[in-house]
Nanobody
Framework: QVQLVESGGGLVQAGGSLRLSCAVS????????VGWFRQAPGKEREFVGA????????RYADSVKGRFTISRDNAKNLVYLQLNSLKPEDTAVYYC?????????????WGQGTQVTVSS
């Protein structure tokens, strides 16, 4: 079992930045890839990006590429999502999830989410 807890969400003005954290706990934490997803009201959940267990590989959705950055600190069991140049359309609940690889669409474990609201 792997547990994930997101934090760091909040209200920010357009153009601002936030850093979300995902605390990962459980067995063999560092062997899991971690992905970030978001879901806006009335919309389907959307893939944001993912990072491999080593941190050496990442992938991002086109909508956030160049603005969002994922990193991880396996010593602290933390995965970060740095959100820069935020836009009102980035408003959503952001979730982190664990999987065996960054290339899968099937994630085994999910956090409860953290709200990000971007005002115009």
């Amino acid at each position: 079992q792997v547990q994930l807890v997101e934090s760091g969400g909040g209200l920010v003005q357009a153009g601002g930045s936030l850093r979300l954290s995902c605390a990962v706990s459980g067995r063999t934490v560092s062997s899991y890839a971690v992905g970030w997803f978001r879901q806006a009201p009335g919309k389907e959940r959307e893939f944001v990006g993912a990072i491999s267990w080593s941190g050496f590989s990442t992938r991002y959705a086109d909508s956030v590429k160049g603005r969002f950055t994922i990193s991880r600190d396996n010593a602290k069991n933390l995965v970060y999502l740095q959100l820069n140049s935020l836009k009102p359309e980035d408003t959503a609940v952001y979730y982190c999830a664990a999987a065996g690889t960054i290339w899968t669409s099937e994630y085994d474990y999910w956090g409860q989410g953290t709200q990000v609201t971007v005002s115009s």
